[in-house]
């Protein structure tokens, strides 16, 4: 039995906002743009895979979104495509349980620290502006998305930088092998903003700073065929002296053997930047080495949203091309920390 | 369906570090409430707030070093490390647990110091330890780290009901199969820009909380870090461990209206969910350990919805934010602490600073200022937040 069915995906950012223009931007990557323009505050380079020219108010209008931050608006964007390519409509009688999760890193880290900046500028120093408070809360994206379009089953935000996403799956999985929703959008988004710039070259990254994501409309294993079905998905955490490798390893063997997966089925491989983990993945499948996806050229550094702009991206290759039908491929991803997570997941075209 | 017991209870309090001291505070009606230390609260209206002012991480953790980690992760480590105390658990029966941690603003006090950097020199001042402090999921990651556990590390960040959803992931985890022992709660710590835009919002108490009171002035912030342990009544029989309260059940919503205000309607309907998802009905209920924040708005609406919910038939209700003050994402967890407690012990924790019936609300019996002896076999633990993100977990003895 596989863990959830996905029948739905929505793009945000500069790889495209369709399955099409991703597959494009896959092949032939644009490449960052320049983004001095974009902020008073000074950035630590001139380039990033940024979208220079988004307005929240020419997105969505300015009824209600004067206090979206971008983070906020790039998610609200994300999870209506997704719907719109589910097909889903969302009425009163599924309201209530149709969700939202959303993985996260620290939240808005612009709209917090500026909050912050402004108690140490202001005179006196609760001067703060009230309105924008919510904007530091890191489930402000998820629950102003909820409010956008009506959905009243559950709401919910997980942290966990590169393994935020895999987190998301993994919850969903729960939720919906529980009957505790229906139907749930899994997003994870991140925003281009000095703060989020800053954040990557601190982190060493040799990527510049991206921004977007994808959001995916998820059922339970139950559901009728949709354009994929995620066999499983496992989160594990590598303590201290505790070798990174073995742990991964032994997860991803586990994955493969409750799916019923031999290691020579699995055609692609996804694992960020991080060479190591693929590696390590490689050494799983007992040495055979699959295709290994990279998004960095195409999105930047998004610390947060790679794992679902791979899945993304997976899934539009998919739709492009009927002859990969029914390919499982991997998602890896592990944080500095020692946390780490797996996802198998078997797509299709929707020939 | 496998049953969810509680074995371990980790508060790590303004009114006591340790179970033995929790209860005692809550026994006592002790308040945590004391002029700011966090922060330079100096032109503030407001300098009050909840802190845990006699944590010492290098006291309780053993393996993290604190240096390098920010403090809510430290209060998740060490509410942890007392939870599995508790518990009587080793690191060998640890090994292949899960962690989940609910917060609100995770690492606030790395942001609020990234937030002083960025204004007085620019962001170039910004170190790189800070940054690496910043990722909210390193409060449950610290928690695997501690406690050298390999299971999967889950935070959720569903603001201040957050530690009720993470003691719903762990009951759903536990009770479908994927773990035996599952270490939950939250942590958020006190700092200046989240008491700044809670006394912008006006919902800050001029000295102290008083939740349900008619004359009640608002919230107060503070912080800490609450955990349990969580485990199948099997594996808990099996080697023999006490259980304070069994998890029955829970459930989660979302008001989908408005991102500050809460909503009765929804969070009534909430309360039904959690009571089907137990198999009870509101008669079954004994105590309601409230999310009771103390504004004006917020008691107002939460009474509402019992009201609504109960049929008008409430049991008792208590806030222990009167206590501890709101302590965010950690405060859901604190709740359950306190229910099992209620539970275990047989009594009712207070509401505090408690004077006058507030008219919306005179069904309302607040527990007021003093515990009570009371037989418990069902608690209720409301949690609500920013987002419209509902949940109300359901308690009950052994």
Known sequence: ?351 | MRRVVVTGLGPVSSIGIGVRAFEAGLRAGRSGVGDITAFDPTGFPRTRAGEVTAFRPRELLRVLDADRWGRSACFAAAAARLAVADAGLSEVDLRDASVVVGTTSGESKVIEEFGRRVAGEGFAAVPAALAEQLPAGRLSFAVNEELGIAGESVTLATACSASNYALGYAYDAIAHGDADIVVTGGADSVCRWAHAGFVRLGAVAELECAPFDRDRTGMVTAEGGAMLVLESEEHAARRGARAYARVLGYALNCDAHHMVAPRAETIAACMRLALADAGLTPEDVDYVCAHGTGTLANDATEAEALHAAFAGRVPPVSSIKSMLGHTMGAASAFGLIAAALAIARGFLPPTINWTTPDPAMPWLDPVANRAREAKVRVAQNNGFAFGGNNAISLLGAV
Not at chain 1, 77 to 99: H, Q, W
Not at chain 1, 142 to 150: D, E, L, M, N, R
Not at chain 1, 256 to 265: I, N, P, T, V, Y
Not at chain 1, 268 to 273: H, R, W, Y
């Open chain 1, 1 to 351: 039995m596989s863990a959830l069915s996905i029948s739905g995906l929505g793009l945000v950012g500069p790889a495209g906002n369709t399955p099409d223009e991703l597959v494009s931007a896959l092949s032939t990557p644009g490449g960052p743009v320049d983004v001095t323009g974009m902020y008073e505050a000074e950035l630590p380079g001139a380039l990033a895979y940024a979208l220079p020219e988004f307005s929240t108010r020419a997105e969505l209008g300015r009824k209600g979104t004067s206090f979206f931050d971008r983070r906020t608006a790039l998610t609200v964007i994300a999870c209506g495509r997704a719907l719109a390519d589910a097909g889903v409509a969302v009425s009163e009688e599924i309201r209530d349980r149709t969700g939202i999760v959303v993985g996260t890193t620290a939240g808005s880290v612009r709209s917090s620290v500026d909050y912050a900046v402004e108690t140490f500028t202001q005179d006196p120093p609760h001067l703060v502006n009230p309105a924008l408070f919510p904007t530091t809360v890191m489930n402000c994206a998820a629950g102003q998305s909820a409010i956008w379009y009506g959905l009243r089953g559950v709401n919910a935000t997980l942290a966990g930088g590169r393994t935020a996403f895999l987190s998301v799956l993994r919850y969903c999985r729960t939720l919906l092998r529980c009957g505790r929703a229906d139907t749930l959008i899994a997003a994870a988004i991140d925003e281009f903003t000095p703060h989020a710039a800053w954040l990557t070259q601190l982190s060493g990254a040799d990527v510049a700073p991206g921004e977007g994501g994808a959001a995916f409309v998820v059922r339970g294993a139950a559901a009728a065929r949709g354009d994929a079905e995620v066999l499983d998905v496992r989160l594990g955490f590598c303590p201290r002296d505790t070798d990174i490798s073995t742990a991964l390893g032994a997860t991803i063997r586990g994955v493969l053997d409750r799916a019923g997966l031999a290691a020579g089925e699995i055609t692609t491989v996804a694992s960020g930047t991080d060479d190591d983990a693929f590696k390590a993945t490689v050494a799983a499948l007992d040495g055979r080495a699959p295709r290994r996806l990279r998004v960095d050229e195409v999105v930047g550094d998004c610390p947060t949203a790679v794992g679902a702009v791979e899945l993304a991206a997976l899934l539009s290759e998919h739709r492009a091309d009927p002859a990969r039908d029914g390919a499982v491929s991997l998602l890896v991803a592990r944080t500095p920390e020692g946390a780490f997570g797996v996802a198998a997941v078997r797509a299709w075209s929707r020939s």
